[in-house]
């Protein structure tokens, strides 16, 4: 199984990043693709500690119930994502993506020394295993939508 955790899938994860180019088109949704490494970097900082999510009550309630479900089964193309990891600017593609790349990396680099919160403010409580599946699935999800 892929875990972020491990080298090998570690660096599987970063030769696809690799493989995206300024000119990559997402197959789905609205994002080009520096944007989309900017929010797969956002959703990253998450897990480090280094970025806050301000999600209401409603939602909280919403990612608890769905956590299971989600986790168990592949990413729904144009899901709605929180306003913190929406970009809508032009960003340096060669920027973004080695931002990414450095940060994925830090997972396999620390282990889940890495992960530096346990409760996700969107799915609850998290184990590392949970960060592992929810960190693989998100990143995968979009290199799959810009085909690589």
């Given amino acids: 199984m892929n875990s972020i955790y491990d080298k090998a899938s570690n660096e599987a994860i970063i030769a696809r990043i ?21 929010h797969c970097s956002a959703a990253v900082d998450v897990a480090f500690g280094q970025k806050e ?6 939602m909280k309630v919403l990612g608890r119930v769905a956590k299971k479900k ?5 990413f729904l ?24 790349i450095e940060k994925f990396s830090r997972f396999a680099q620390e282990g889940t020394a890495a992960i530096k919160i346990k409760k996700h403010p969107f ?3 998290m184990t590392f295993e949970d960060w592992d599946t929810l ?4 990143v995968d999800h979009h290199l799959r939508q810009f085909g690589v």
């Fill in 18 to 38: 690799h493989q995206l180019t300024p000119e990559s088109q997402g197959l789905w949704g609205l994002m080009n693709v520096d944007q989309m490494l900017k």
């Fill in 53 to 58: 999510v301000n999600v209401s009550f409603l």
């Fill in 70 to 74: 989600v986790f168990t089964n592949e």
């Fill in 77 to 100: 193309h144009n899901s709605p994502t929180a306003k913190e990891f929406v970009f809508m600017e032009t960003y340096d593609f060669e920027l973004a993506k080695q931002e990414l």
């Fill in 123 to 125: 799915w609850g409580n």
């Fill in 135 to 138: 960190m693989w699935k998100h």
